[in-house]
């Protein structure tokens, strides 16, 4: 569970208006590998795709390891989702279990501004979609924490990687394993 990763995902698609390499109609052929994302600039979108799909270096160098961008690199979509995702529960896990009405409002505020703003647009759009339909529930830090889990369980469904037993987020982003393997 722990620092598991189940290796690069694309993201979903984009709707018929999205922006995918090689996907409007009557456009001049396309200069980068069919199905890569590209961002409002018309370049593949690093933190929409994973390393493997946009990078230029050699399939046989690309065997030769997991592909990953190296650390000092713009991160592409795994890379930042992981980092996200600790920023994330992080918060979840130092959020009052008794917060005041300035606290809940400041949480929803910042999911709200963080849909919009996050890098991989159509991982934002699909979250904005998300929020709409499962409002961030906010009243402690139990409420928020479950809500976060259910939230990162949606994305994990939507790329087919497993879900995470929600029981065990505290253990996981706060307190550390009850075996004492975080101690
Ligand atoms: C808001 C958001 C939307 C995203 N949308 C997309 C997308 O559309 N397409 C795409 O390709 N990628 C998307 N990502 C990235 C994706 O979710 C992963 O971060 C990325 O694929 C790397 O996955 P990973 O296997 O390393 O583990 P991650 O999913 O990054 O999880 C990190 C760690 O969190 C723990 N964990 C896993 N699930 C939960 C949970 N439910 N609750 C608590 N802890 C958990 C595990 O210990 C895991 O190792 C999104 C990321 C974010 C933050």
Not at 156 to 178: I, Q, V
Request: positive net charge; contains cysteine; aromatic residues 10%.
């Amino acid at each position: 569970m722990a620092g598991d990763s189940t290796g690069p995902q694309t993201p979903n698609a984009p709707g018929a208006d999205g922006a995918t390499a090689g996907t409007a109609a009557g456009a001049p052929p396309p200069k980068y590998p069919k199905g890569v994302i590209l961002g409002k600039d018309g370049k593949p979108c690093r933190a929409c795709n994973s390393f493997a799909s946009f990078t230029t270096q050699s399939k046989s160098a690309l065997k030769a390891a997991a592909p990953a961008p190296a650390k000092d690199c713009p991160p592409d979509v795994e890379v930042l989702g992981r980092s996200t995702w600790t920023l994330l529960h992080s918060i979840a896990a130092t959020y009052p279990p008794t917060p005041t009405p300035k606290e809940q409002s400041d949480i929803k505020s910042f999911m709200r501004l963080f849909s919009k703003l996050y890098p991989c647009w159509v991982c934002a759009e699909d979250f904005q979609a998300y929020m709409q339909k499962r409002e961030v529930k906010a009243g402690s830090r139990d409420e928020f924490g479950n809500w976060l889990c259910e939230a990162h369980n949606e994305v994990n469904r939507k790329l087919g990687k497993p879900t995470f037993d929600c029981r065990k987020w505290e253990e996981r982003w706060r307190t550390g394993w009850k075996d004492g393997s975080c101690d």
